[in-house]
């Protein structure tokens, strides 16, 4: 299963451990996959992320190989799935994939019915850090 480097923002890495601490119930399989996920990440600070990874509230073209489909979604808290358009929540397993990677990369990533998918990332349209936003 190929799961590239990843890159996490610290003040995102702390914000996901405390989701990932809250969760229960059917959101269990996705806080296990994103906790390995953070263990793997290289974390750092908001000023350090690279203008080409994925962090929360970036907004990101991905094309789903499996089904082959490009989306743009904007990766999100859960709390904030109503008030955005296009988002996508880090707790739901395509946006838990999303978090740390970088343009280029592409990710396998089990499905909570058993499949799996395969995403890559094309381009990171809007980027919090990017925009000197680094405490959103």
Do not use: C
């Not at 399989?29 to 996920?37: D, K, P």
């Not at 962090?55 to 904030?80: A, C, E, K, W």
């Not at 988002?87 to 990369?105: N, Q, T």
């Not at 349209?125 to 936003?133: D, F, S, T, V, Y």
């Amino acid at each position: 299963m190929a799961r590239p480097p990843i890159i996490i923002n610290r003040l995102d890495a702390e914000r996901l451990q405390r989701l990932i601490d809250a969760a229960s119930g059917k959101e269990l399989a996705v806080a296990e996959l994103l906790e390995e996920e953070l263990a793997r990440g290289e974390v750092v600070d908001p000023e350090a992320i690279p203008a080409d990874a994925v962090s929360m509230n970036s907004q990101i073209q991905f094309t789903d190989l499996t089904r082959g489909r490009q989306l743009v979604r904007t990766l999100v808290y859960p709390h904030m799935l109503a008030a955005t358009e296009d988002g996508i929540s880090v707790m739901a397993p395509v946006g838990a994939a999303l978090i740390g990677l970088r343009v280029g990369d592409t990710i396998d990533w089990p499905l909570p019915d058993g499949g799996e998918t395969q995403l890559r990332i094309d381009a990171i349209l809007w980027q919090p850090e990017r925009e000197g936003q680094f405490h959103r």
